[in-house]
């Protein structure tokens, strides 16, 4: 079966410093890889996609950064955080042309 | 544009009452794929279930339906002798074609013991 996982679970980090989240998936090829933030109390905001390996795709223009080394590992990062880059974030995975995305259990960064 | 209205903010039921989540959504495309998803406290979003834009029967698991209408282009949700544990906020996608989805601004679901 398919597991996708996520680390930190839970991050505090200082303003101005860097950030790296980590995405790596279990049981499938080939994945489309999806990050996504998510600020208190509200919806879901697309910060990138990628299709495969070095493809990536930008939904926000903003501080953060994906890069995807491996066909199942995807990655976030920054140089320099912000406050407003406070938030839950979430990586998900889908296959095929219609298929339904599955969601890992998130990290949830606070800068301060 | 794809866009997918959630205009219920908040409910609050009390238990065992029925509860309906109603979705709007917005596509010029033909062929599209409709979703729910439930997050629970803990935050992970959990897949409830797919729809595809040619296929308008209703659906029905357990004490959750889906109502359907491509005439109305909604997709309502419906939870039947709701429980404590579907609290949770509700988000309601939309899958056009190609590899993006997109979601309402969610439902947060308050069931009162």
């Known amino acids: 079966s398919q597991t996708i996982h996520q680390w930190p679970a839970t991050l505090v980090q200082p303003v101005g410093s860097p950030l790296s989240l980590e995405c790596t998936v279990e049981?499938?090829?080939?994945?489309?890889l999806y990050w996504y933030r998510q600020a208190a109390g509200r919806g879901l905001q697309l910060l990138f996609y990628s299709v495969g390996i070095g493809q990536i795709s930008s939904e926000v223009p903003q501080n953060l950064s994906a890069s995807r080394p491996q066909d199942r590992q995807f990655i976030l990062s920054s140089k320099k955080l912000l406050l407003s880059d406070s938030g839950f974030y979430l990586c998900a995975w889908s296959v095929g042309y219609y298929n339904e995305q599955f969601f890992g259990p998130g990290t949830r960064l606070t800068v301060l | 544009a794809q866009k997918v209205t959630q205009a219920q903010t908040e409910i609050s039921v009390v238990e065992k009452e029925d509860v309906t989540l109603d979705c709007v959504y917005e596509t010029r495309d033909t062929t599209y794929y409709l979703f729910w998803y439930k997050q629970p406290p803990s935050g992970e979003l959990v897949f409830l279930i797919r729809?595809?834009?040619?296929?308008?029967q209703n659906e029905i698991s357990g004490r959750y339906s889906w109502n359907f209408q491509k005439s109305t282009s909604s997709f309502n949700f419906t939870i039947t002798a709701s429980q404590v544990v579907d609290s949770a906020v509700y988000f309601c996608a939309l899958r056009p074609p190609g590899n993006q989805f997109y979601f309402g601004t969610g439902t947060s679901l308050t069931v009162i013991p």
């Open positions: 049981g499938t090829s080939n994945p489309n």
């Open positions: 729809r595809n834009s040619f296929d308008e």
